[in-house]
């Protein structure tokens, strides 16, 4: 099963170097890691993806609370957060094409952001499953070039990560 993250760490260089060293040192696979300055900016967040059970998660938030610059992290439950990934895909399309691949594009709710003789390039930001959805049906046009992120998530409604006083 897969586990999100929510890590608050000091906004400091080397930060993400000692929290993915932590991961590869005891053997986690991160499925995904976003890291972006937060509404205060001395502090960034990371969401980070974890597939494993609940034993692995409780040990992966175990060895983060222990990383000195690490000020929060929370595992965020599925219902109570929203969660997006933004996705760049490149298709291959043919003029007489085009029309299909711009109804699919429609119809997902994707941008097309740059049009060519041979090919067009697609934006889309929307879950992982919802993106899985899209790649599907672009496929049997040609998918030249796929450029994802790292999901990143927040609490629905009035919850928050807070920060902790450094």
């Known amino acids: ?25 005891r053997g986690f696979n991160i499925d995904s890691l976003a890291v972006g300055v937060a509404e205060d900016p001395t502090i960034s967040r990371m969401t980070i993806v974890v597939n494993g059970d609940e034993y692995v998660v409780e040990q992966v938030e175990k060895q983060l609370n222990k990383v000195i610059p690490v000020i929060k992290v929370k595992t965020l439950h599925n219902g109570d957060f929203i969660s997006r990934e933004l996705s760049l895909i490149k298709v291959s399309c043919k003029a007489s094409q085009r029309p299909d691949v711009m109804k699919i ?17 697609l934006e889309f930001s929307d879950t992982s499953e919802r ?3 899209l790649i599907s ?30």
Do not use: W
């Open 1 to 25: 099963m897969k586990y999100t993250l929510s890590v608050l760490v000091e906004n400091h260089p080397g930060v993400l170097s000692k929290v993915s060293g932590l991961f590869s040192r």
């Open 131 to 133: 993106t899985e959805t």
């Open 105 to 121: 594009a429609e119809l997902m709710q994707a941008r097309i952001i740059d049009v060519s003789t041979t090919c067009m390039t």
């Open 137 to 166: 049906l672009l496929h049997p046009y040609g998918i030249r070039e796929i450029v994802r992120t790292g999901t990143v998530a927040i609490e629905k409604g009035a919850s928050t990560a807070r920060k902790i006083s450094i």
